[in-house]
Nanobody
Framework: QVQLVESGGGLVQAGGSLRLSCAAS????????MGWFRQAPGKERDVVAV????????YNADSVKGRFTISRDNTKNTVYLQMNSLKPEDTAVYYC?????????WGQGTQVTVSS
């Protein structure tokens, strides 16, 4: 199985930037995706961005297009989320996701708070 360790969350003013990191433990899976989800208080968990580890293709939610960029480092088995032009609406707990064959592994979550 896979363990995911997240870092990089924090408090930032609107318009600022943060970079989240998620390191996956060593594994033998060949076809999988990694991504980021977020959950605000009282809200459902929603996808933010996903990257296909095989070819690097990405998906971004409409709410973050043009502001967030997901990327990967194959050597470090790490996925990143560069968040620019942050808005108060981005405030949430951000969870790293690893999906393989329909099964989800989750990181511990990291708090991102954007102040006005």
């Amino acid at each position: 199985q896979v363990q995911l360790v997240e870092s990089g969350g924090g408090l930032v003013q609107a318009g600022g930037s943060l970079r989240l990191s998620c390191a996956a433990s060593r594994h033998t899976f060949r076809r999988y995706t990694m991504g980021w989800f977020r959950q605000a208080p009282g809200k459902e968990r929603d996808v933010v961005a996903v990257i296909n580890w095989n070819d690097g293709s990405t998906y971004n939610a409409d709410s973050v297009k043009g502001r967030f960029t997901i990327s990967r480092d194959n050597t470090k088995n790490t996925v990143y989320l560069q968040m620019n032009s942050l808005k108060p609406e981005d405030t949430a707990v951000y969870y790293c996701n690893f999906r393989v064959s329909g099964y989800d592994y989750w990181g511990q979550g990291t708090q991102v708070t954007v102040s006005s």
